[in-house]
């Protein structure tokens, strides 16, 4: 019976953004998968600035499911609470739409957006409770390359990124970021 | 953007956590100062619930007065957040960088400002307020009555204070990453259960540039429909003739732009001077504001004059005795001339000048009169409107707010100045990750002779 084992993490961390992309080819080179390395920065760059695939999200899909579900909200409240005490005066009609379509508008942003917010969150994979290798250096501008795979594989790993012009280098187990 | 000053990240950090990693001198007073206008106020309304709203200047027929004037300002002012964050993100405007947190983060206390003046303060059994949202008689089916604005009014504040609230918090991940890198201890478990593990993957990164382009794009609705609610507090009212406007939404909208964007330029001023951040808020980032209020106080008094004309045109009895009263009768008349100088005559000449328009001194001073202007001009919608001799009203005497409900208005203003300070103690109020990026883009071209700043965007 073989026991699995907890995916080991390596940082490399560098100084500029060419060095940084060469050190990504370099690794995608040498075998590893793309699910295995990821690239850190403290600040958003373009997309691709490292050679890096695009990150694929449904994101889009979030705020149309909260529409719709605020928008059912604002309809059964303001209809229904209607139904539930039908008062008709001076013979108009029991649902007196321009006040529903008010509450309706407002469920419906507010799904959207209650939504939405759960889709970033969720899209960005967090939380996270386990930082792996990580360096606070990272949000001063250094730019780290993180390779996660088998025990095994981390001598190799930080091999390759010693030899691309890390700066450093530091193996992060798995611990939290409470340590 | 002419100006600008290319700065490490590590500068970056130094520089805008200064409010969060240390603690000025003049912050403790400050606090000290809007603790003790807002405890004042707090006694004001304890006394106002224990002696009842008699103790108010409201009377027949006045019955909304100073919080009601303060619930529009507020709400007004709000829109700073929105109007600035949203549009100039959406337009990729690069000077919105270090203004769009201090701008949402103000939406987010006179949020608070303006539900503390209306349903708190200003129903005088504020136990009773829930009564226009939730069913006050579960056994016997009695539902809210959804056709009042009563409870339009809830469902779109609420949720634009959410909306606004969950836009700062989604945007301020980055910065608490960078906070948790740089404290210790429980300070840092803190930061680090707040940052929730926040890396700064590509990923990661790509949903926060699409998170602030897609929750502006969300928001903005609910900003137009924010106002255009209040504004129909007024004009579906079936008493105050004068009130029944058509223009009455976007008249609203574009006055709240108006006081708004003056407020977060005011702040904007206000950040120069108590942290020194005038590398990150340059005469241009002022210079272009400036010219942003020019065009926006244009529309506002655009719309301003529309009311008055289809007031004029039509003749109407009600709307020429609100008028009348406004304009001829003590103290509206003059209360009128200050409004009209101080929300139009005097700032916006004056930000047709260069040397006014990146001075901070001048900014703060015309853009604090415009204010002065904005809370004039509700009042002088309020009170002259409800005030006037009409059908079925025997007592129509004048209004004059009490030391009490002045109290409260004052305790409602300190709010906002104990949730700005209280928030650059625990939060940055620049966001360092928009700030970083800029720099990240920017690069310097020549063109001829000159060498000029540029911007690199996708």
Redesign the interface.
Known sequence: MTTLKPPKSVIGLFEDEDTAADALDAVASAGFEQKEY??????????GT?G?EE?I?K??RF?LIGAACGFTAGLL??AG??L??PLIVGGKPLL?IP??A??M???T??G???F??AG??F?????????GA?D?R????YIGITITSGEDEMPKAEEILKKAGAVDIKRGWEQT??D | MQEHVQL???QI?EDLLTSVLGTPRWWWPALGFFVLVFLIGMSAFGYMLNQGVGVTGLNRPVFWGAFMVNFVFFIGISHAGIMISAILRLTQAEWRRPITRAAEVLTVFSLMSALMAAPLVHVGRPWRADLWVF?YDFAR????N???PF??DP??VM?YL??ST?FVL?AL?PDL??I???STGLKR?LY?GM?????????????????GI??SA??L??FV?VHS?VSWDFAVQIGPEAWHSTIFAPYFIIGAIHSGVSAVATLMVVMVWAWGWNKYITPDHLDAIARLLIIVATAWFFFFFLEWVFALYTLEPAEMAMRKLQVFESPWSWLFVVFLFTAYFIPVPMWLFRGVRRSLFWMFVTTILVNVGMWLERFLIIVPGLMRRSEFIFDWGSYHPSIIELAMVAMTFAWVGMGMLVFTKVFPLIPL?DI??G???RDEIRIGRRIVPAS?R?
């Open positions: 990821e690239i850190l920065t403290g600040t958003p760059y373009p997309e490292f890096e990150p999200h994101l889009y705020p409240l303001t609470t209607q539930a005490y007196s006040p529903m008010i509450i508008y407002e469920g942003m507010l959207a957006i209650l939405t917010v970033i969150i899209e960005s994979r967090l939380p996270r409770l386990f930082m990580y606070t990272i949000t001063e501008g970021d409470f | 490490t990240q590590k950090n069913p089916g009695v539902w809210i959804i056709r009042s409870v339009w469902s779109a949720t959410t909306a969950l989604i991940i990453a960078i948790r890198d740089r478990k680090a940052a929730l593990g926040f890396r700064g993957t590509p990923r990661q990164w790509k949903l926060q540039t699409i998170a897609l929750l969300l928001v609705p609910v429909s609610i990750f970083k990026e720099m990240v883009g690199i996708e």
